[in-house]
């Protein structure tokens, strides 16, 4: 199996995107698939909520990723505390570091930012050689709740009987997740990213999905990757209700390229979702267990995609975090690596 060039893969969302390209439209915005948004972002962290005179307070809050598909053209940081920002040396994740005292007239930590997002092909094989947190070896490993063997391995193994090539073993392990998973959020377990638990119970939400595909991969030895942030609704501004999470895999000659199985699965757009993804997000960071910048004293994080907190070296909280967005003009049309203006 070869791999469509990327201009044709934009090309051919034409077919399967229509009915979400002529809503857009409707609606006065244009295609997700084929332009390029601009949005103000509003990330709000209730400090007061974290305890009444909790001393010596240290909070991490995730920071937007800046990448090939995704510009911050602004940036404005207001906190009661001292902070800078700060990068984990793994996956290079950017987060805020604050350190201060949570009472009941504490204010709010605020981030605004205005990004730029284009749909996305992946990551050149050229960019991938030059950053090191992208390197291919750092997504063989297992993660905590990510085995590769066991269940998973067999899983992946069964999957793949009768492909030939790498390429034909990455679909066919798409199609079993896009297939037998049930984006279903009922009951509990759900939302960890356990990928055991979504081989066994076949359902869940955006990470589960995802982890079952990545360990499906490693399993294999083929290199993948864990990515969250926050889903842009079918609005114009308001408040956002929660994360989104995706994945890519690594081609040797491609790169990475990014799959969306849940969002897949929720609009029936098997082919649409597979090596590209619309510029409905906002990125935030990559990978799993996750050691903070500076390190927490806790355990690694699951992933990072709301505000961390610890006192005196345990965990308080969860930091309550509200994100906001409002859409802003657009500035061009892409198509495939080229913007229209």
Partial sequence: MLWPSRRFVVAALALGTAPFMARAMAEGRPDPWN????????YRVRLRELGPAADNVALWVPYPAETRDQRILDAHI??????????????????????????????????RFVIERRPSTGIPASATAADAHLRPVLYQTPDKLIPLTGVIRELAERES??????AAKIRA?????????????????W?????????????????????????????????????????????????????HCWAEF???????????????????????????????????????????????????LNYFVYPYAEAEGLPVGPPRAEVRFRRMARHGAARGDEVVR
């Fill in 35 to 42: 332009s390029i948004a601009r949005y103000a972002l509003e």
């Fill in 191 to 243: 939302g960890r990213g356990d990928a055991v638990w979504a081989c066994e119970n076949k359902r869940g939400n955006c990470t589960d999905f995802h982890s079952l595909f990545i360990g499906m991969l490693r399993s294999q030895g083929i290199p993948a990757r864990f990515l969250i942030g926050f889903p842009i609704p079918d609005a114009d501004e308001g408040a956002i209700p929660g994360y």
């Fill in 250 to 300: 690594h081609d040797e000659k491609r790169g990475w390229l990014p799959v969306d199985a849940s969002e897949a699965k929720k609009k029936g757009m098997a082919d649409a979702y597979f090596g590209t993804i619309p510029n409905d997000r906002i990125e935030f960071t990559a990978g799993r267990d996750i050691v903070l910048s500076p390190p927490q004293r806790g355990e690694p």
């Fill in 173 to 189: 392990f798409y199609d079993y997740v896009y297939r037998t998973m049930s984006y279903d959020k009922s009951g509990t377990g």
């Fill in 161 to 166: 009987r009768g492909s030939e090539t790498r």
């Fill in 78 to 111: 207001d906190s009661p505390w001292p902070e800078r920002l700060t990068r984990e040396d793994k996956y290079g994740n950017r987060m805020v570091y604050a350190e201060g005292k949570a009472d009941a007239v504490v204010r709010d930590l605020v981030m």
